[in-house]
């Protein structure tokens, strides 16, 4: 209901400036994005996914859906001041095709050359990458570093952020205030979590002729809760408990609803047409061992031979959510060691321990065309593959490889 | 024979481009652009003219991997990377691209906040107003 009004709303938004067009306006553009790739793993016990929003994971066999994606926008001005952009992504997305895949859905107002105030779907821009992920284009590698940005599911939000550009020296500061109610839906083991959630925050970027410098908060709040009917059933279940005391106690492991986040991150970009450099670090605290505290971070650097771009990357997540102990049953029944082993890994298996390194390639075949291939050699702690689907938990590979080629483009 | 093949070769021999001047509107009264101006316009960090009005930069699609080239030191490919980041990310809106001299020109009479890049021997200085000069070939910035 709430994501039907807010659709209604954008269009009464985007139609809004009509009436208001002049001879000169409206001065419309169509633009467009996309990436097509293959990407495969060594290993069939854990899937690859580019982040929780992805339904399908990819292993040794093989797929195009983590990196493929085809995006087209519509720009529109309406005088010197306003301005809508609409912006629609076919891609691996859980929940409604449509309205999840609907990126951007904005008006922009400028009531001074220095001022922006936006109101409609956002893209969140809390990192660097964040705002852009899709856009493989503007980025050297095949995606933004798997062990920062796939614990970043949210792609946008509904709401409004103002943006204040003050000139110092040779660069440009910016200032960003933004609120809204994100609706996003993710793919968990448990089914679909449709979030819905409030967020707020502020950033300070910073950006001259090579450097792009951003510091950000972000609040955000669980309204809803995940798909856990099926592990409090078995957590509140008077039999259960009795031959597995204590049991009960891991309701609050299991919850998301009426938590909070806090993100704060620090990112930098350098870029002199020869050398580029990105570098990230962000650490997140939550209230749930569903999620957990987690510092990540990545470098990558990358060298320009002509339109040939070699680079590398090494990231890393580390989540300090300690193990919760899961009752043992007071009998050596295999059907409660599975209850057991199934709880240990529905508590346990969220805190990403994970670190990689990368080495890729970029070849911009046009100027608009650039095809990539990469390498990424993934190590885990125990249970640290948390940004990973977990198909086949009899098996635990500490490292895993993944290899990709791919296309992408600008139109 | 010799006679053909002498001056293909003499003109090939040379690179084929030229001064590239910066246009705006005849009534636009700002001072001559400085080369950082031209840059932050044409790569969305600044959004105005000397005076505070809007400006709508416009590209050339014939000269628009020299303009770059010249202006900001990056071949296309990364100019677009550039603009593709701040483009769909919904920051900024790229400059219209146009093909063609005449249409530019025709752009720039019609609005008084654009601006464009053309060669300079396809300047009438009765049509537009030059606000800037990039130098043939050492990437010198005249203004």
């Known amino acids: 209901m709430i994501n039907k009004r807010f659709i209604i709303l954008f269009i009464v938004f985007l139609i809004s400036p009509i009436a208001k067009a002049s001879d000169q306006y409206p001065d419309w553009s169509i633009s467009g994005f ?21 339904t399908q994971a990819v292993t040794k066999s093989g797929g195009v859906t983590a990196d493929s994606r085809l995006g087209i926008q519509l720009d529109a001005d309406w005088s010197d001041s306003l301005h809508t952009t609409f912006q629609w992504i076919a891609r691996d997305h859980a929940g409604d095709f449509f309205e999840q895949n609907l990126e951007l859905a904005f008006i922009s107002w400028r009531p001074a050359y220095d001022l922006d105030i936006r109101a409609g779907r956002l893209a969140m821009d809390t990192f660097l990458i964040s705002d852009h992920r899709n856009v493989g284009f503007s980025y050297p590698w095949m995606r933004p570093s798997h062990d920062f940005y796939a614990n970043i599911s949210v792609y946008h939000f509904d709401g409004a952020d103002i943006a204040k550009q003050f000139r110092i020296d040779s660069g440009y500061l910016t200032l960003k205030a933004f609120a809204g109610y994100g609706m996003n839906d993710f793919s968990i083991g448990l089914g679909v979590f449709e979030m819905d959630m409030p967020t707020t925050g502020v950033s300070l970027a910073y950006e001259t002729d090579n450097w792009l410098t951003r510091v950000v908060y972000n609040y ?17 279940s008077p039999q259960l408990n009795a031959v597995m005391p204590g049991l009960s106690k891991l309701s609050s492991h299991v919850s998301l609803k009426d938590t909070n986040l806090h993100y704060i991150s620090l990112g930098t970009r350098y870029d002199d047409a020869v050398w580029l450099m990105h570098a990230e670090i962000s650490y997140l605290d939550s209230q749930t061992s569903l999620i957990g505290d987690v510092l990540s971070g990545y470098m990558s650097v990358g060298r320009r031979f002509s339109n040939i771009t070699l680079y590398s990357v090494y990231g890393v997540a580390h989540g300090f959510h300690k193990s919760v102990d899961i009752p043992t049953p007071v009998v050596a029944d295999p059907m409660l060691l599975g209850v057991q082993s199934a709880l240990g890994v529905a508590v346990n298996n969220n805190t990403p321990k994970q670190q990689s390194i990368s080495l890729g390639a970029r070849w911009d075949v046009h100027p608009q065309i650039a095809l ?18 977990h198909l086949d938990d009899s098996v635990k590979p500490d490292q895993v ?5 791919g296309m992408d483009f600008i139109f | 024979m010799k006679f053909i093949i002498l001056p ?10 030229a001064d590239i001047v910066v246009i705006g509107h005849l009534q636009n009264t700002n001072p001559m652009m400085t080369a950082r101006e031209v840059q932050d316009i044409y790569m969305g960090r600044q959004r105005t003219l000397a005076d505070n009005s809007i400006a709508y930069p416009v590209d050339n699609k014939n000269l628009r991997n020299e303009f770059y080239t010249r202006l900001v030191n990056r071949p296309i490919e990364q100019v677009n990377a550039y603009w593709a980041r701040l483009k769909f990310s919904g920051q900024r809106t790229q400059p219209e691209i146009l093909l063609g001299t005449a249409e530019i020109i025709s752009k720039i009479r019609n609005n008084k906040n654009a601006i464009s890049y053309v060669n300079k021997q396809d300047v009438k200085e009765s049509e537009v107003r030059i606000l800037f000069i990039i130098k043939d070939h050492d990437g010198t910035h005249t203004n």
């Open chain 1, 34 to 54: 996309g990436s097509f790739s293959y990407v495969a793993t060594d290993t069939n016990s854990l899937g690859f996914i580019r982040n929780r929003t992805q």
């Open chain 1, 220 to 236: 955000q709040r669980f309204d809803t809760e995940i798909p856990n009917e099926s592990l409090t059933t078995v957590i509140n």
């Open chain 1, 372 to 389: 990539k291939a990469q390498w990424v050699h993934y190590w885990f702690e125990e249970n640290g593959a948390a940004y990973w689907r």
């Open chain 1, 401 to 405: 490889n993944v290899w990709s080629v």
């Open chain 2, 8 to 17: 293909l070769l003499l003109l090939f021999s040379f690179p084929l481009s």
